[in-house]
Structure formats: structure tokens, C-alpha cells
């Protein structure tokens, strides 16, 4: 994994020499092979420590009031999404001092603090709105008639230019624009929230690898309909991936998108309009 490839896309672009048993019965290999997801064993570690705490409980075992409370849920959420995405971006953060403020406000702080919870709450919000880093993104622009590059302008917010992208929507929404012509893949992070990703102005040489981990949230991709989509890495827990496209008929087998990741009563749409 090089660091100019984070998501190891060259892994699936490797080809592998056609075996003689595969000519023989007429059968066609696949141009990448499997690859495990970091996404599906610490989403399964996690739902395995939920299990067991609250089977223990069952059995008899007496746990502090607050382990089971809608606090600490949102403090294991953000720590599971801090493994997830190398603890980078502000998402797994804010899940767990939300979560922490509202434990300590409810279970470990006396009446007379409390009052002070609020405002200090939203200080802190506001020093986190001044002072994390602005991203933004340049790209070439044309002149509509003749073609020709006209400048650089600078874009901000859902126009991206890069191969990778990395969003994190809790209890809101992120929508973003790729115009990458060399696509490559990227993590999507959707807790309570939703995202919308186009791609039909972006490009793919051979594949790309995108994780989406979506709880309580949902996901619409925008895909050309002749990229080849395949899913069967995704994993759906009382939720779906629907391919929605229009026109399905022309896929060209050397663009492939891979979905890997989780999702939990939530879904992925995928569309070309």
C-alpha cells in the first residue's frame, strides 16, 4: 500500500494468469481478487462487545446504570469510527464528547454544575468551527464553446477534484461532486445522516474500491451506467443496496467500482440521473 494509494486499489488491478481448468470448462476470471475489510471486523468486534456486555447482564451480572444508555452508545460509535478512519476528521470526535458531555451532565455532575453544561458546550462548538482547517479544491476550467482552459478557479464545499475522497455525515447530510478523470475510491462515513456522492463527471482506470459504513443513514450514489458495480463485498443489516440505474446494457468490464463496508438499517442508492 503505497501512501499515494491508501485504499490499495493496484491490489485489485493485479492480473492474475487465467488457470488451465477455467479455459477448459469456458468459465471467465474475475479481473481483481477478494480483499478483507478493516470496515467488516471492527464493526463485527464491536457488535460482538455489545452482545456479550448485554448477555452478561442477562445472566445475572450487575453493570453501572449508564453502560446501557444512549450516551455510551454514541461514545462507542465514535470510537469504533476513530479505528475506521485512523481517528483523521472531526466525526469520531465530536460523537464522543457529545456523548461524554451528556453522561457526565446526567450521571457524575451536581445539580449546581449542570447550568454551566450549555454554554460550555457551545463555546466549544464555536472554537471548533474557527479553528479547524478549511479545505478547498482547484481545478481547470474550459470555455463552454471552444473548449479551451480558461484559468483556474477555486471551489469550495461539494466540488472535489481529488482521486480519493473521505466524507463523515452524523445527524446531517454531505454532498460532493467527483471530477477526478483517475477515480480511485474513498471512505463514506453515514451516522444519522445521509450523503450524496456524484461521479457521472468522473473517470475510472480499472478500479476503484469505495468503503461506506452507513448506521441509521442511507447513501445515493450518482454511477454512468456503464461502470460495473459490484456490491458483493458489502455487507446489509436490516437495510439494501439497490442498483437503480436506467440503462444497464453497455458495461465496460475494464471500469469497476467495488463497494465494501456495512450497512445497518440503513441503505445505498445507486443511480445514473
Not at 124 to 136: E, H, N
Request: net charge positive.
Amino acid at each position: 500500500m503505497s501512501e499515494n494509494n491508501p485504499y490499495n486499489t493496484e491490489f485489485y488491478n493485479k492480473e492474475e494468469k487465467p488457470k488451465a481448468s477455467a479455459q477448459d470448462t469456458g468459465s471467465v476470471q474475475p479481473p481483481f481478487r477478494q480483499r478483507n475489510s478493516q470496515g467488516h471486523i471492527w464493526m463485527g468486534l464491536m457488535m460482538v462487545l455489545i452482545g456479550l456486555v448485554y448477555l452478561l447482564k442477562k445472566m445475572g451480572f450487575v453493570f453501572p446504570e449508564f453502560v446501557f444508555t444512549w450516551q455510551m452508545f454514541l461514545i462507542v460509535l465514535g470510537i469504533f469510527i476513530g479505528f475506521r478512519k485512523n481517528f483523521q476528521g472531526p466525526g469520531w470526535l465530536i460523537l464522543i464528547l457529545v456523548g461524554s458531555l451528556f453522561l457526565v451532565n446526567e450521571y457524575f455532575l451536581f445539580n449546581a454544575l449542570r447550568q454551566y453544561i450549555l454554554p460550555i458546550a457551545l463555546i466549544g462548538a464555536g472554537l471548533f468551527f474557527i479553528l479547524r482547517p478549511k479545505k478547498s479544491y482547484e481545478f481547470i476550467t474550459k470555455d463552454p464553446e471552444t473548449g479551451a482552459p480558461n484559468g483556474k478557479k477555486l471551489y469550495t464545499g461539494n466540488v472535489s477534484n481529488e482521486d480519493f475522497i473521505d466524507t463523515t455525515s452524523i445527524f446531517g447530510g454531505t454532498k460532493k461532486k467527483v471530477l477526478s478523470k483517475n477515480f480511485k475510491g474513498g471512505d463514506m462515513v453515514n451516522i444519522f445522516g445521509g450523503s450524496e456522492i456524484d461521479l457521472l463527471q468522473a473517470d475510472i482506470n480499472g478500479t476503484a474500491v469505495l468503503d461506506i459504513t452507513a448506521m441509521f443513514g442511507g447513501a445515493t450514489l450518482l454511477i454512468p451506467s456503464h461502470w460495473n458495480v459490484i456490491s458483493s463485498d458489502a455487507t446489509a443489516i436490516l437495510g439494501e443496496i439497490k442498483d437503480r440505474r436506467v440503462s444497464m446494457g453497455n458495461i465496460d468490464p475494464s471500469k469497476n467500482l467495488i463497494l465494501k463496508g456495512t450497512v445497518i438499517l440503513g441503505g445505498i442508492d445507486i443511480k445514473s440521473f
